[in-house]
Each structure stands twice: as C-alpha cells, then as structure tokens.
C-alpha cells in the first residue's frame, strides 16, 4: 500500500486513541504506529525514537509516508522534572519531521501545542488566539516555540503542517502522561473504584477541558480541510467546556451519590494557575467549522459508563 499516515507517540493518551479512529476511518493496513515501547495495535508497528532523526527518516521511505501526527513530547508534569530532557525531545523531533516536509519527503504534518503556550500575563478568560503569551513551564517554552518554528516552515519553505493548541484532554481508554490537568481522568477511576479521591489542585481552579472523542475528532477535521481553510500556522485554539474539580465532583456525584473529594495541591497547582480560565476559538470555527459536542454532563456520563463497562470485564 502507497502513502500511509505514520504516528509518532502512538502509545500516548492521544496517540492511542488517534490511531484507532484512523484505522477505523483508513484500514489497519495504512496506519503505521510508531513509539519507544511496543504497543498493542491492529495497524503496523515500529519501535522508533523521535530523537534519532535517521530512524524516522528510513521509517517514513520503508511504508512511503507521506503524512506524520508527531506526538511524542513529555507534558508539564513531567517537563518540570527533566526540563532539559524535555526541550530537546519536545523540539528535535518536531525538526526531525519539518525537514522531512521541507524535503519534500512527506507532504503534510500535524504537531500538537497546547494551552501551556499562555502565561500568567495571558487574559485568563476567553483567551484569545493572539495574544501575550509568556510561558513559565518548560513544556509551554517547547511549545510556543514550536508554534513559531511552524509557522516559519510554512512560510519559508511551503510545509503544510497543521497544529491545535489542546486543552486538558479527558479519555477513558488510557492513562494520561503527566500533564497538570490529569487529575480529571484520575477522578473518574477513583470514583469508580474507591468512590473517593485526592486532588492535586485546588477545589476552585478552573481550566479549559475537553473530551478526547471531541479532540480526536477535530484533529481530524483539522487535517482534512481544505488548505486553502487554514489560515493560521502556529497553532488554533480549540475549547469545549472549563470547569473546577468542585464542579467535576459535583457532576460525578450526580451519579455515584457517596462519592467524595478531598485535596491536596502539590507542585501542579502552580502551573495550572498560569494559565488560562477559559478560551475563544471562534477562528477554529470560523476557518474550518470546528464545533465541540461534549458538555460537562454529556462527558462524565460517557466518562463512567465506559469505565464501569470495563471494570466489569476485569
């Protein structure tokens, strides 16, 4: 088969559940998955470090691929811990796949960015797509400068890659991978299993949120537009619904009644206090008619019924 689509971090929280809709949407048969660590998948899969540039390269001429999801990243969390680690796989990689595309090897890129672009300086409320961005976190300084680098390729030398600036990202099918706003797929397990759970922010802190079928979904969407669509080549800004782990414990309690929160903030709470509360991503929906579909209801009500499906196959 001709032209597949490679998927570099397939075994994350994203790029497990990406490479399943591109397999059910393309054949097992075009989807390469591609990460550190053998993952279980229908598709092909390649052991591939997105640090070893060459290994990518022979990758992408052995199935003759012509599209990349690079994934592959360490989240905040994480970032804060090995900050130096971080910056050079956030960012080689993300060379590793632009020269690629300035070579005219691959034709089209998706390169996630994040929310962690913003700062404290940055409007907390419906935060706009151009505005002050001063990050704090490793993470975000990787990824605001990965939306400039883009952009740059974009204009100098014609690459079509395509970015989203995510939210916190909720799923049920794997775990996430450091990320400050993890807390919101952790409630759920401990709500199922235990019928309690620790937070690790404060009660009152709100962020922007969404569900990963929405996610997934307007990742896709976002790679099918047309070119002529896609109008901005850092990143879009993309928002479903904000909300606090009061309000999260709330909705949860709608539907195991003795549940209960208590909270302990660690070092995550401060990162999440830089950044935004809430975002505008009217120009996603303007470009590319991007529309969220899960409310808060709407995803926890999927959230536990999945998760209690699953535990009663264990």
């Given at each position: ?66 599209e990349v999801y690079l994934l ?64 704090s976190t490793v993470y975000g ?174």
């Amino acid at each position: 088969m001709k032209n597949r689509i490679l998927v570099i971090g397939a075994g994350g929280q994203i790029g497990s559940e990406l490479v399943r809709e591109l397999c059910n949407r393309h054949g097992n048969d075009a989807i390469v998955a591609a990460d550190v660590r053998q993952g279980e998948t229908k598709c092909v899969f390649e052991t591939l470090d997105v640090m070893n540039a060459e290994a990518i390269r022979q990758t992408v001429k052995k199935y003759d691929v012509k599209e990349v999801y690079l994934l592959a990243a360490l989240l905040s969390a994480t970032a804060e811990k090995f900050p130096e680690k971080a910056w050079q796989l956030n960012m080689e990689g993300l060379f590793h796949v632009l020269n690629l595309a300035k070579e005219k090897i691959i034709d089209k890129i998706f390169w996630p960015s994040s929310i962690a672009v913003f700062g404290s300086n940055t409007p907390r409320q419906n935060t706009p797509q151009y505005t002050v961005m001063e990050p704090s976190t490793v993470y975000g300084i990787s990824k605001q400068a990965g939306e400039r680098w883009c952009e740059y390729y974009y204009n100098r030398y014609g690459v079509d890659v395509r970015s989203l600036r995510y939210p916190g990202l909720i799923g049920y099918r794997s775990a996430p991978g450091g990320g400050t706003t993890d807390y919101a797929v952790h409630i759920f397990h401990e709500a199922r299993e235990r019928g309690s759970y620790e937070c690790f922010l404060k009660e009152d802190t709100i962020l922007p949120m969404m569900y990963m079928d929405d996610a997934i979904r307007a990742t896709l969407e976002l790679m099918e537009a047309g070119t002529e669509k896609i109008k901005i080549r850092s990143s879009y800004n993309l928002a479903a619904s904000s909300f606090s782990p009061a309000q999260l414990a709330a909705e949860i309690k709608k539907h195991i009644a003795e549940f209960t929160i208590t909270y302990k903030p660690d070092s995550r709470q401060a990162i999440a206090e830089s950044w935004p509360q809430s975002i505008d991503d009217s120009l996603a929906a303007q470009h590319w008619g991007w529309k969220h579909k899960f409310s808060l209801a709407a995803m926890t009500a999927d959230m536990l019924q999945h998760i209690g499906a699953a535990r009663e196959k264990v």
